[in-house]
């Protein structure tokens, strides 16, 4: 099937540093990719959509200015959490729709984030 | 407010029983219903899926059924195998859209 790889999948950084976590579409092409962040025991909750060529889509409640997203390439999707605070620690994971399989939702392995 | 909810944070079962995971949901116009699994430092992937003009999709070992009355589906797993023991997260969406709302997970344990 359809592979979506994210890197990092584990990152550690200071307070106050950026953090940039890609997202690939490995063996087809993705005009949208999402991004989600989980909490301990929570859902995952859609951050923003991601569209190729033009601006994210944000959910509401989601600084824009915070969560960086640029999707350069039908293959690539970039999430940069700027000026990192410890309570931006958590598990981010990306997705992306594979239109040549029925428009299944595949989804990357996570990237967790801590922040000291 | 949640709109689909998982209220069971956990379920134990033994190898070759059946594993019933509920997911009741609040928004009456979702239309389409997922289950994914969840293996922990994987990303979740699909496992089985339902639309509301059925009340039952079958896969194997798997099967969702759907009660739109009461908004609430079920995935069953039969037999339920030591394999199975992950996290599975129960997901909704309305009219096409691509975007997912999902429930907390539930995590499921299947004993030898």
């Known amino acids: 099937g359809a592979v979506v790889s994210q890197h990092p999948s584990w990152v550690i950084c200071k307070s106050g540093t950026s953090v940039k976590i890609e997202c690939r579409s490995l063996?087809?092409?993705?005009?949208?990719m999402f991004w989600y962040r989980q909490f301990p025991k929570q859902s995952l909750m859609l951050m923003a959509t991601?569209?190729?060529?033009?601006?994210?889509?944000?959910e509401q409640g989601v600084e824009k200015d915070k969560f960086l997203i640029n999707h350069a390439s039908l293959t690539l999707s970039t999430l940069t959490v700027t000026s990192a605070h410890p309570e931006d620690s958590s598990f981010y994971i990306c997705?992306?729709?594979?239109?040549?399989?029925?428009?299944?939702?595949?989804f990357g392995e996570g990237s967790r984030l801590t922040v000291l | 407010d949640q709109q689909v909810k998982q209220n069971s944070p956990s379920l134990s079962v033994q190898e070759g029983r059946i594993s019933i995971l509920n997911c009741d949901y609040t928004?009456?116009?979702?239309?389409?219903f997922l289950w994914y699994k969840k293996y922990p430092a994987e990303g979740p992937t699909f496992l089985i899926s339902?639309?509301?003009?059925?009340d039952k999709n079958e896969d194997g070992r798997f099967t969702v059924f759907l009660n739109k009355s009461a908004k609430h589906l079920s995935l069953h797993i039969v037999p339920s195998q030591p394999g199975d023991s992950a996290v599975y997260f129960c997901?909704?969406?309305?009219?096409?859209?691509?975007?997912?709302?999902f429930g907390k997970g539930m995590k499921l344990t299947v004993n030898p």
């Open positions: 997705s992306a729709r594979d239109l040549g399989q029925n428009g299944e939702l595949f």
């Open positions: 063996d087809f092409q993705a005009t949208t």
């Open positions: 991601s569209n190729e060529g033009s601006k994210a889509t944000y």
């Open positions: 928004n009456s116009m979702f239309d389409y």
């Open positions: 339902i639309s509301s003009i059925k």
């Open positions: 997901a909704a969406t309305q009219g096409g859209s691509e975007k997912l709302v």
